[in-house]
């Protein structure tokens, strides 16, 4: 049965629109779904890191980073105001060709990124203003009956069906999958604020107030946009804190009326959950769907990004008959436990400073650390057991002609290769490039020479996330990772591995 659609994308949040994105540039039909018609007003994420400036990089909006802030660092105080640690952003360029973190304003973000996805050929088809109220599927295609704002249902198919529709999922409650509490909710209460008078600026800094009587956060958003989380005590409620004059009591520290205007505050619990299971046949599930972590790593939506980096070249792939839909396993059994490992970890930082607060005594000198959340680790250890560098995140360096290696390449497999590798590919070496749909890279830059001869390899094939398929010394072992990845990542089809559709030979980039 033919299906209208290639994807469905079930939510036009940041997750869904990313993942959107990244199935235009894999050339899918793709229809997106959302009861929202809006973007939502206020921001909840405000903080990306440098990976994730490569997945917008994929997209054509990498130039949003050079609008967005970098926090300088992150200090804890006690309660007498005695600084106990402070945190400080990496500075400079990193391996990823970006400043290491980036503070934004959500909305704006979420506008940039609608109006790239409208924008020129390939654009999906967005319905607004409708319902998900079921979703199933049937051996050939997923199916979502939705309602309009009328109250008229229809129904939608496609090959396959992504829910990005947030934490209270209905496609994840649809495949059965449930929540796993992997730690304590906490109830804080956001106050998200604008400066109307710039003379008041609280600063750039970020800090945890650990003051048992009341914890406060302060995390200076972007622009004239600053956030301040104050913990929720048991007991207390919206009436309590809510009201206009509660919130300024709350800020009177900081901000006085007329000098900013409040902008949202909302209670929020922060969960650590993650989803049992994120894929059932044809519908799968990203972002917030399929976990959530408290704020204070700024990786929930990090996370959701990487699920749709992960996934969107694999769906095309099956659908472009390339790979077969035993390839989309794979997605869940890669981006589980770097989830998992976030979440405990933002988990860890809520208990550390509830564990200050509540009195747990500090000497000595402040304690300077550097803030690097660590870089995720994808697939097994069994990967890593004869390649070290399988399944980590590959750097990104500039080239001496000013771009970034990944202008290059855009959202396909790369294969970084010193000369005297790329000049000895084989036969079998070039068909399993080409069946790879992958770009060569031929290290004649002195920065992809200095990147391979600094990880003391030749060659390194890197997949569209920019995760590392495999690694490789000789001309050998060259063509054992091709053949690696030919075997997991191509559909064998008789005596022939299938030609890359859309890549019938394989292209020889020459890196300026
Ligand atoms: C206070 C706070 C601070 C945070 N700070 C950070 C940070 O600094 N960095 C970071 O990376 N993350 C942060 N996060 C997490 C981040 O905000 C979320 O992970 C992210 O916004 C989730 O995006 P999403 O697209 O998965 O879901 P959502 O943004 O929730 O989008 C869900 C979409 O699905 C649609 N939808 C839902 N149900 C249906 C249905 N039945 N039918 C049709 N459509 C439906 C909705 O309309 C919406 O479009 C923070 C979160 C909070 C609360």
Known sequence: MDAAYDVIVVGYGPVGTMLALLLKEEGMRTLVVSKEREIERYPRAAHFDDEIIRVYQAVGLAHLSEEMENPPRYQYFDKDWTPFLARLFPGGISDQGYQHDFMFFQPDLER????????GEGAPVVALGETVARVWQTDELAWVEVRDESGATKAYSAKWLIGCDGAASTVRKSIGSTFD??????KWYIVDVKLTDLAADPGMDQWEYCNPDRIVTYIPLSGPYRRYEFDVKDGETDVDLAGAERTWELLSPWLKPGEAIVLRNDIYRFHSLLASRWREGRLLIAGDAAHLMAPKLGQGLCNGIRDAANLAWKIGRVVRGEAAPHLLDSYEAE????ARQHIEISAYLVSQIISKASGEEQSGEPVVEQIVAPRQVIGDDDLRAHDALAGTLSRQPMLANGRRMDDSVGYRFALLAMPSLAGALSASDIRALSALGAVVLRAED???????????????LVRPDRYIAGSARTSIELSAILEEA???????VGAEWLQSAFQAET??????
Do not use: F, N
Request: glycine content about 4%.
């Open 335 to 338: 981006r589980k436990g770097p």
């Open 112 to 119: 940039a990124m609608r109006d790239r996805l409208s924008d």
């Open 181 to 186: 509490q992997l730690a304590p909710s906490h």
């Open 446 to 460: 002195r920065s992809l020479a200095d990147y391979l001869t600094d990880i003391d390899r030749g060659a390194l």
């Open 507 to 512: 292209e020889v980039l020459l890196a300026e």
């Open 486 to 492: 030919r075997h997991a990542y191509c559909l064998w």
